[in-house]
Nanobody
Framework: QVQLVESGGGLVQAGGSLRLSCAAS????????MAWFRQAPGKERELVGH???????YYVDSVKGRFTISRDNAKNTVYLQMSSLKPEDTAAYYC??????????????WGQGTQVTVSS
């Protein structure tokens, strides 16, 4: 059974940085595309970005240049490094996994989420 566990969320001031981690209990982790999503109160869940099995990354425009997704296949972990944080980045952040090629929406496994709050 696949489990994804996010950590690293918290409260940070605008302009600050946080690094989220997502530990995956997937034996063939290197063959899974990983993604980060977020959901703010009263809003729909949205893609933040994803990383392919070959570590190619994609980001939505609102985080491009500020967020970086990386993966460590030896640790079965994907990271979301967030910098220059803005109050509008406040949301619950979720990691997701799917076998093979990354997509912008369809993932098979999801973590429970970690809250990020950015104060102004």
């Amino acid at each position: 059974q696949v489990q994804l566990v996010e950590s690293g969320g918290g409260l940070v001031q605008a302009g600050g940085s946080l690094r989220l981690s997502c530990a995956a209990s997937i034996r063939t982790f290197s063959r899974y595309a990983m993604a980060w999503f977020r959901q703010a109160p009263g809003k729909e869940r949205e893609l933040v970005g994803h990383i392919s099995t070959s570590a190619t990354t994609y980001y939505v425009d609102s985080v491009k240049g500020r967020f970086t997704i990386s993966r460590d296949n030896a640790k079965n972990t994907v990271y979301l490094q967030m910098s220059s944080l803005k109050p509008e980045d406040t949301a619950a952040y979720y990691c997701a996994a799917r076998w093979g090629v990354p997509t912008n929406s369809r993932y098979d496994y999801w973590g429970q989420g970690t809250q990020v709050t950015v104060s102004s």
